[in-house]
């Protein structure tokens, strides 16, 4: 079956950057469009960023523009999301997710997710 395993999460600094990695099994990876959001505690889940199959488009949710950035590697099964410039407010569960029949990025239904890695941002 389909996992998501999520990593790279942790405490840091505003100011501060962390990169997440997200590593895929059981499905052909570079078939699936991938996706990141973060959920805070009391709120609802908040789409991040996406990326497409074969990582030549992007798209970006508010709270990422011009700070965090969306890259795949396909040969390793593998999306990233680096976190620059990182706020109090980005502290979160952060979550990758997967599906294979997205046509435009910005769709925020997606069929597979991963348990979430914690990013804790500190003042």
């Known amino acids: 079956q389909v996992q998501l395993v999520e990593s790279g999460g942790g405490l840091v600094q505003a100011g501060g950057s962390l990169r997440l990695s997200c590593a895929a099994s059981?499905?052909?990876?570079?078939?699936?469009?991938m996706g990141w959001f973060r959920q805070a505690p009391g709120k609802g889940r908040e789409f991040v960023a996406a990326i497409s199959r074969s990582g030549d488009s992007t798209y970006y949710g508010d709270v990422a523009k011009g700070r965090f950035t969306v890259s795949r590697d396909n040969t390793q099964n593998t999306v990233y999301l680096q976190m620059n410039s990182l706020k109090p407010e980005d502290t979160a569960v952060y979550y990758c997710?997967?599906?294979?029949?997205?046509?435009?990025?910005?769709?925020?239904?997606?069929?597979?997710w991963g348990q979430g890695t914690q990013v804790t941002v500190s003042t």
């Open positions: 059981g499905l052909r990876f570079s078939s699936y469009v």
């Open positions: 997710a997967a599906d294979f029949r997205i046509v435009v990025l910005g769709t925020l239904s997606y069929d597979h």
